[in-house]
């Protein structure tokens, strides 16, 4: 009788601090018809009642599911309008492309040679697919990675080998970081190390290279055609 007493006083207790019968239930175990005829003089006030709805676990994991699916959604119908916009992806489109991607992202201070890098394998993937577009044999091409000193070597490579369709002796010794890569706080993309394709050739580095300039001059040195 004691040690319902002494429950019943540390529920009441628990319950003026504005705990509701789910938290003072795992601290006292008891029955709930129980701590309804204790606490029935120990109402929460709404405003605590509207806290303890925001906070519960099952309403914010339901928040969140709801939310992500309306995202998702949204996603879907911008897809589905890019599908019908864009359409299919001709060689025209992926050569006019090309360009693009090496203008925002391929090195342009060596003369004699094309240098693309990025930790996107997608868009290694489309840069390989421009290459061979223009002709370029994939075995020709050389393969420098840069890793952080804690990932796998054989597996990195390993990795972009299958990815983009080379092989592992077109890789040359890959730059070490000093730093980890389980030290970064942004991971995202990072899981491979950043993959630079290079591909020797004057005269197709100057084609690239003025080709971007003609798009520049096209686009931006004139008015822009409609």
């Not at 389980?182 to 990072?190: D, M, R």
Request: hydrophobic residues 35%; positive net charge; proline residues 2%.
């Amino acid at each position: 009788m004691k040690r319902l007493q002494k429950e019943k006083e540390e529920a009441i207790k628990m319950r003026l601090k504005g705990m509701s019968y789910s938290q003072i239930k795992s601290k006292i175990k008891v029955s709930k018809s129980s701590l309804s005829a204790w606490l029935a003089r120990y109402p929460l006030s709404d405003e605590r009642i509207r806290e303890l709805r925001d906070i519960n676990p099952r309403r914010i994991e339901n928040y969140r599911k709801t939310m992500a699916l309306k995202w998702q959604t949204k996603l879907n119908v911008a897809l589905e309008k890019s599908k019908k916009d864009i359409k299919h992806i001709s060689k025209r489109g992926l050569f006019i492309l090309g360009f693009a991607l090496y203008w925002a992202e391929g090195g342009k201070t060596r003369k004699s040679t094309l240098h693309f890098g990025n930790t996107d394998s997608n868009m290694l993937k489309v840069f390989v697919k421009w290459l061979i577009l223009l002709g370029v044999p994939k075995e020709r091409l050389k393969i420098k990675l840069h890793m952080y000193k804690d990932m796998d070597k054989e597996k990195t490579i390993s990795f972009w080998s299958k990815t983009l369709g080379v092989k592992s002796n077109q890789f040359g010794k890959p730059y070490i970081k000093n730093s980890n890569l389980t030290g970064l706080t942004y991971k995202h993309g990072f899981g491979h190390g950043t993959c630079n394709i290079v591909y020797h050739n004057t005269e197709l580095a100057s084609y690239v290279l003025m080709g971007i300039k003609h798009i520049i001059e096209d686009l931006v040195g004139s008015k822009m055609r409609a």
